[in-house]
Every structure is written in structure tokens, then in C-alpha cells.
């Protein structure tokens, strides 16, 4: 799916609107941090693949450091807030989302 929201998809996730952008922002923000693409393989074994968003949340769930670093002083606080906000921009649901406007605030 990349960056495209599930409501595009389906309109079983709810109707398409702004927040469609939000989802694809915080994919993008995602990519950012971790420097990988939310791409699918295309070998036949993906067991062992894990969701890239997932493993984000999981990191962040057990409390473990992402392991990526902005500063020379090696700050982890910051892509871990940047996980945060772009995880966020990403539920399943768009009601569920942030606005824009709010993501910006949270950035900033």
C-alpha cells in the first residue's frame, strides 16, 4: 500500500478527505527516520518480513532504542517523537487521525 490510506482502497475505512494527506505524511515521516522504504519483497518467503510501521511500534512498545540518531550527540529523543507523530498520521481509521494543523503543532 505505501502511502496510500485504506479509505482509498475501501470505502469500508470511511469516505476519502484531508486526511488521506495525513496518512501519507506519516508514512513519509516513517521513511524518514528509518531511512527504509515501506516496500513489500518480492521474494516467495516473507515470513520473516515484518511490517515496517509495526516494527517501529514494536521498538517503541518494548521501550528499545530505534537505534537511529539526527545529532552527533547520538539524541534519540527526537526520532522516537517524529515515530511517535508518524505513527499516529497512519491508523487505520481517518477518525482516528490527526489534522494537519495538529501534526504541524506536534512537529514544531
Keep these: 500500500m505505501g502511502y496510500i490510506a485504506p479509505e482509498v482502497f475501501s470505502r469500508n475505512f470511511g469516505h476519502v478527505s484531508y ?26 518467503n516473507t515470513t520473516n518480513e515484518v511490517y515496517y510501521p509495526e516494527w517501529i511500534y514494536n521498538l517503541l512498545e ?6 537511529i540518531y539526527i545529532r ?3 539524541d534519540g529523543k527526537i526520532p522516537k517523537q517524529l515515530a511517535i507523530v508518524g ?7 481517518l477518525v482516528d ?10 512537529l514544531e
Design 72 to 74: 552527533e550527540e547520538g
Design 62 to 67: 518494548e521501550g528499545d532504542d530505534l537505534g
Design 19 to 44: 486526511k488521506a494527506d495525513v496518512y501519507s505524511f506519516g508514512m513519509l515521516l516513517l521513511e524518514m527516520i528509518g531511512g527504509r522504504k515501506n516496500t513489500g519483497s518480492t521474494t516467495e
Design 87 to 93: 505513527l499516529w498520521c497512519i491508523q487505520w481509521h
Design 97 to 106: 487521525r490527526p489534522s494537519m494543523k495538529t501534526v504541524v503543532q506536534m
